[in-house]
């Protein structure tokens, strides 16, 4: 049998009242590891929450990758580009792509008998991907859009139909202007959604792609662009780079040139707020694992010295340092082991209630989430246990050498 663990084992266990000034420490000892291992899995789990709440939204409306005219991509034009059969093919067979979608767009005014708004008609076709707004729909329905008939519907945010006043099923005029003319359209409200990211709740609405060409008046085989999806977010700028070398800086019959861009690039300062959640829980381990460490530094010199009698005795018989050293660390193990098996609980349990309930509540227009978002990874969580231990552990081995300081003779008279 391991000796030192044999003996901490006995330590651990001794419920003796000659032993009431330790009792306190190691449960103190015990409770800095749970706390702290308990904020850092909520902290993790909720920036994980957050970070990819917030890109599925935003990757949502505006997809991974985005190819069209250069000066579209660049700025706030709109102009066209060529969008046939032939490239739709060379943009899917690109390596990491996992689906391909036409767009276009066209600014409008919705109004209605009291009020009118600005918006942006965003036309889609029949190959869109529309899952991420039906996860969002808080009335009504998405209906199928076409690049070969304009149906007359229209799918709106909440915000815009909470400032018109409007439902489903309500007819609304739009106008459009161009060149000094003005156009009219009357449009279906089919259905209302509600995805808290005020940038595009504030203006998008969703109809079919042929009305907007026609609205251009573009040719049938143009677009403002395509959006792509990739099949890894984290390889999203290998994609781009293949694209880059595959339909950038080529040009359509018309002339235009094929330029792409990456969501990063498109809304920088979104993911940059979620670049900064990073280093915000980096700090927040760092000092929890502070916490746990000197709370265990602590007892363990408690216990050491409370232990001076029976460190001289080992040694009396013959016990060297290293393996009384072991002894007690072997004896920080079962208080670390046993704090993480609180933290989790705790963290775990906070996490699941969040997950199930959403009991805290957050402003969506500031964060663009109603309720604190979470997502459990258990493999980072387990990471998690094992850094904490060790590092714990590891702080623990300087003070472990006070125990070659103490003498047996002196340390049998010691009370």
């Not at 060529?82 to 767009?105: C, E, F, P, W």
């Amino acid at each position: 049998m391991n000796f030192p663990l044999f003996i901490a084992k006995k330590i651990y266990n001794d419920q003796g009242v000659k032993y009431m000034v330790s009792r306190p420490a190691i449960r103190i000892a015990t409770l800095g590891v749970a706390i702290g291992l308990a904020v850092m899995i909520v902290s993790i789990c909720v920036v994980l929450g957050f970070k990819h709440t917030i890109r599925d939204k935003v990757v949502g409306f505006g997809s991974h990758i985005n190819v069209g005219e250069f000066m579209t991509i660049n700025g706030n034009e709109q102009n066209p580009i060529v969008i046939n059969d032939s490239m739709m093919n060379v943009l899917k067979n690109v390596k990491g792509t996992k689906h391909v979608q036409r767009y276009a767009m066209k600014q409008g005014i919705l109004k209605t008998d009291n009020d009118f708004l600005g918006v942006m008609f965003k036309g889609i076709a029949q190959e869109y991907d529309t899952m991420f707004i039906h996860n969002n729909m808080v009335e009504g329905c998405i209906p199928t859009f076409s690049d070969s008939i304009g149906k007359q519907q229209v799918v709106i945010s909440k915000m815009i139909a909470d400032q018109l006043q409007l439902h489903t099923g309500d007819r609304v005029f739009a106008y459009f202007l161009d060149n000094n003319n003005v156009r009219t359209r009357r449009y279906t409200i089919s259905g209302i959604y509600q995805t808290n990211l005020t940038m595009f709740d504030k203006t998008t609405c969703l109809t079919d792609l042929y009305s907007v060409v026609k609205l251009n008046g573009w040719e049938r085989d143009q677009a403002c662009g395509v959006e792509i999806t990739v099949n890894d977010f984290n390889k999203i700028n290998e994609v781009e780079d293949i694209l880059v070398h595959k339909v950038n800086r080529t040009t359509d019959r018309y002339g235009q040139t094929y330029s792409s861009m990456t969501i990063q690039n498109s809304y920088p300062q979104i993911f940059s707020w979620l670049d900064l959640l990073d280093l915000n829980v980096w700090i927040i381990l760092i000092l929890m694992i502070c916490v746990a460490g000197f709370t265990m530094i602590s007892g363990l010199l408690i216990i050491i010295l409370e232990r001076t009698n029976m460190i001289g005795v080992l040694k009396a018989l013959g016990a060297r340092n290293k393996t009384i050293r072991h002894t007690f660390l072997w004896f920080a193990v079962f208080i670390i082991g046993k704090g993480l098996v609180i933290g989790n609980l705790i963290g775990l349990g906070i996490v699941l209630l969040q997950h199930i309930t959403g009991i805290i509540k957050l402003d969506p227009t500031t964060y663009y989430v109603s309720t604190v978002p979470v997502e459990l990874n258990i493999p980072l969580i387990i990471l998690l246990n094992i850094a904490t231990l060790l590092i714990s552990i590891f702080v623990l081995i300087a003070p472990s050498y006070l125990i070659s300081h103490i003498h047996p003779a002196k340390s049998m008279r010691y009370e």
